[in-house]
């Protein structure tokens, strides 16, 4: 059954820092999400993807926060000056186009800020 | 997204079924029921979704109220790898596609 898939598993970073989170989302998937989830939280919606440009975005995706999409396959995150509490899991999602195609979710990237 | 109520826990034996609840009486004609889980460690499964007919998948069973004001995820025999937060999630119609995560039901299976 096709996956998603998110590189690196752990990331740990210097405050300040500029990190990129990478998602190889289900190839016949049109729509990516990025999730995040601070430990013993809830699962976080930060930013929705379609046709190359965003379709919505939380409160918490403010101007430190940006995604592309650089090729046909590959999904990213980018967090340009990473702070403590950025400190969290990322997950990376993907669906179908009818509206009520289920997400399917990588396991994500533990990112730690130091 | 329309709010669920969940049970914040819920426990269950091995091999025992599991029937987990979910209130959204504020659904609309559109809205979807989305079910999904997550497991220790790992990002959230999709688990099995349905508008107003009850729907079988050879994860689970779900089971929609006919005023789909409620709906049950049944877990028909549990294993110890059941043992998850199962979030019910209302999946708007239109051009929302996201899903908004609540706080879930933590169930776990006694061996």
């Known amino acids: 059954e096709p996956e998603v898939t998110q590189t690196p598993s752990h990331q740990v970073t210097q405050m300040g820092q500029e990190v990129i989170l990478r998602c190889v989302p289900i190839?016949?998937?049109?729509?990516f999400y990025w999730y995040r989830q601070i430990l013993g939280q809830k699962v976080e919606f930060l930013v929705s993807?379609?046709?190359?440009?965003?379709?919505?975005k939380s409160e918490i995706f403010d101007d430190q926060f940006s995604v592309e999409r650089p090729d046909g396959s590959n999904f990213t995150l980018k967090i340009r000056s990473t702070k403590l509490e950025d400190s969290a899991m990322y997950f990376c999602?993907?669906?179908?186009?009818?509206?009520?195609?289920?997400?399917?979710f990588g396991n994500g990237t533990r990112l730690t800020v130091t | 997204d329309a709010k669920t109520t969940q049970p914040n826990s819920m426990e269950s034996n091995e091999e025992e079924p599991v029937h987990l609840p979910c209130n959204h009486s504020?659904?609309?004609?559109?809205?979807?029921i989305h079910w999904y889980r997550q497991l220790p460690s790992q990002g959230p499964e999709y688990v099995i979704h349905?508008?107003?007919s009850n729907v079988n998948n050879r994860m689970a069973s779900l089971a929609i109220a006919e005023d789909r004001k409620s709906s049950t995820l049944i877990l028909h025999r549990a294993t110890l790898r059941d043992a998850a937060v199962y979030y019910c999630?209302?999946?708007?119609?239109?051009?929302?596609?996201?899903?908004?995560f609540g706080k879930g039901t933590l169930l776990t299976v006694n061996p």
């Open positions: 999602a993907s669906s179908g186009t009818a509206y009520n195609s289920p997400l399917h």
């Open positions: 190839s016949n998937h049109l729509y």
């Open positions: 993807f379609y046709n190359n440009e965003i379709s919505e």
């Open positions: 504020t659904i609309s004609g559109t809205d979807y």
């Open positions: 349905g508008l107003t």
């Open positions: 999630i209302l999946k708007e119609g239109g051009s929302n596609y996201k899903l908004t």
